[in-house]
């Protein structure tokens, strides 16, 4: 069974930093794509950091140079790293399997102003 376990959320000030992980289990990522997606209250989900490939990489416009999504294939785990956050970006976020039904349970980041 292939799972996905997300950790790393929690309470920062705006302009601080976060680091999310995304364990795997059940399956190698490899070279999978692997996406990064939040989902704010009142809000649909969306993207915002994908693994199109082994090293190409897309994100949204509204992390550009502040988000950076990377991945340790002996830990079989995602991360994604996020710096000068602001209170926009307070969401659930998630970590999804290339474009699969696989999600994980998701990980709240509150950024306060």
């Known amino acids: 069974q292939v799972q996905l376990v997300e950790s790393g959320g929690g309470l920062v000030q705006a302009g601080g930093s976060l680091r999310l992980s995304c364990a795997a289990s059940?399956?190698?990522?490899?070279?999978?794509?692997m996406g990064w997606y939040r989902q704010a209250p009142g809000k649909q989900r969306e993207l915002v950091a994908l693994?199109?490939?082994?090293?190409?990489?897309n994100y949204a416009d509204s992390v550009k140079g502040r988000f950076t999504i990377f991945r340790d294939n002996v830990k079989n785990t995602v991360f994604l790293q996020m710096n000068s956050l602001k209170p926009e970006d307070t969401a659930v976020y998630y970590c999804n399997l290339g474009g699969s039904s696989v999600w994980g349970q998701g990980t709240q980041v509150t950024v306060s102003s």
């Open positions: 059940g399956i190698s990522i490899g070279i999978r794509p």
């Open positions: 693994y199109t490939s082994a090293f190409s990489t």
